[in-house]
């Protein structure tokens, strides 16, 4: 038997990345895979939906109507571990090379920019309550910071938007397990 009982939800998860075909979100044996995991955690991650109200409404307050306007969504984190595949997944104007034992991202040129969309997914895995899955797609569109200090280690905190991608303009899928409980 299914339950309706809350979650207590404790601890971070994690963070899987894949580039959009236009169309599909992937199975999650095909997205959770060691192949899409952009890097390991720091931090946790957050959600936020932001929708924006427009409200008509007389001089005396007798009468109002409110529409619902615009909706935005990011999802971001912390990435504490990291290489240039992973970086050029977090910009939209990089090219990649490999060879000779070196990888060699070159960032920037507007002439370079991409429009690679992503399907992005956080990962909560929990035995006992059951998982959660926040998917999205979309790009990181904040760009990235490199703080190399002496005692700590280097995160990227990422922060990606995302972008309607079906034709009700969803933003956000929001999975959770429940496993049977019995009462």
């Known amino acids: 038997m299914a339950t309706d009982k809350e979650k207590i939800v404790l601890g971070s998860g994690k963070l899987y990345m894949s580039e959009w075909d236009g169309e599909n979100i992937p199975a999650d044996t095909d997205l959770e895979i060691e192949t899409n995991l952009l890097g390991l955690i720091k931090g946790g991650a957050s959600l936020a939906y932001t929708p924006t109200f ?7 307050g007798l009468r109002s109507k409110k529409i619902l306007t615009n909706e935005t969504s990011t999802l971001t984190s912390g990435i504490m571990t990291w290489n240039g595949k992973t ?32 399907v992005i997914r956080f990962l909560h895995e ?49 999975e959770e397990d429940i496993p049977n409980i019995e009462d």
């Open 54 to 60: 427009y409200e008509a409404k007389d001089d005396l």
């Open 126 to 174: 929990d035995e006992q309550d059951g998982n959660i899955r926040v998917t999205i797609i979309g790009s990181n569109n904040t760009g990235f910071t490199l703080a190399f200090a002496k005692e700590g280690e280097t995160v990227i905190n990422a922060e990606f938007a995302a972008v309607p991608h079906d034709t009700t303009g969803t933003l956000i899928i929001y």
């Open 87 to 118: 970086l050029n997944k977090l910009i939209a104007t990089g090219k990649i090379t490999e060879g000779s034992g070196k990888r060699t991202l070159k960032i920037g040129g507007m002439a370079n920019y991409n429009d690679k969309k992503y």
